[in-house]
C-alpha cells in the first residue's frame, strides 16, 4: 500500500463517511484515511467485507445497506453527522445494440447516480458549514465511448448534479468537490476484455482522492497523463471526438 503523504493527515477528531467502501477505491480510501487519522464510516452492501475492513485497520466504523434504497439510507445515514462525505459507490454494465436493455440503464443509474442522491438526502440535515462532499464520476464521462451508453450517461448526470449541489449549498457553507478517475484496478475494472491504458491501482487513486480532499480543488482528475490525454480530446470538435471513439470501438471489436 502506498504511504499515506504527511498532507493527507487528519486530526482525530475528523470524520468522514465512504461509501461503495467493501471493495475498490473506496476500500483503499477508507484503509487510508483510517490510517492518516480520520475517522472513518464505510459504507457498502457486504456485511463481511466490510467486517474484514475494519478488523484490517483501527478507526473504521462500518455501516452495511443498499445505497439504492432511499428508506434504507435515512435509516443507516440520519442524525449522521461528518467533516467529508466521499460517495463512491458505482457499477458498470456494457450496452449491447443488438440487444438493448432499457433495464441495465436503470441498473446503472441506480447504483451511480440515484445511490448518490439517497446519500446526500439522508446527509444533508446534517451537513455543517464546512463539511465537504466529494463526488466521484469518472473520465468516461468526458467522450463518448463505445458501449458506454449508460455509465457514461450516469457519470454525465452526477457531475451535473454535483455542479449544482456547489451552487446551492454554498449559502450553508458546505463544500462540494468531484474527482474524475480514469482506469483503476477494481473488481469491476478486472472484468473488462479491452485495454485499459496507464491503469493504476485502488491505493494510488485513494491518494489522488485524499489529496482532492485536502488540497479543496473543486474538481480533480488522475492519473495525470490519462486523464489529461482525455481532457484534451474532449475539447475537440464533437465530431472528431466521435470519430476517435469510432476508430477505438473498430480496434476494439478487431483485438487488436
Known sequence: MSTVSAHTAATPEKSMLITGASSGIGRATALAAAAAGWRVIACGRDPARLAELAATQAGIETRAFDLTDLAACHAALDATVVDVAILNAGHCEYVDMDAFDPALFHRVFEANFFSAVNTVAALLPGLRPGARLLLVDSLARLLPFTRSE?????KAALFYFAKSLEVDLHPRGVVVQTVSPGFVRTPLTDRNRFSMPL?????????????QVQGGKRNGYFPFVFASLIRLLSALPQGWQAAICRALARRERSGA
Open 199 to 211: 491503469r493504476i491501482e485502488p491505493e494510488e487513486a485513494a491518494q489522488a482522492i485524499l489529496a
Open 150 to 154: 449508460a455509465y457514461g450517461a450516469s
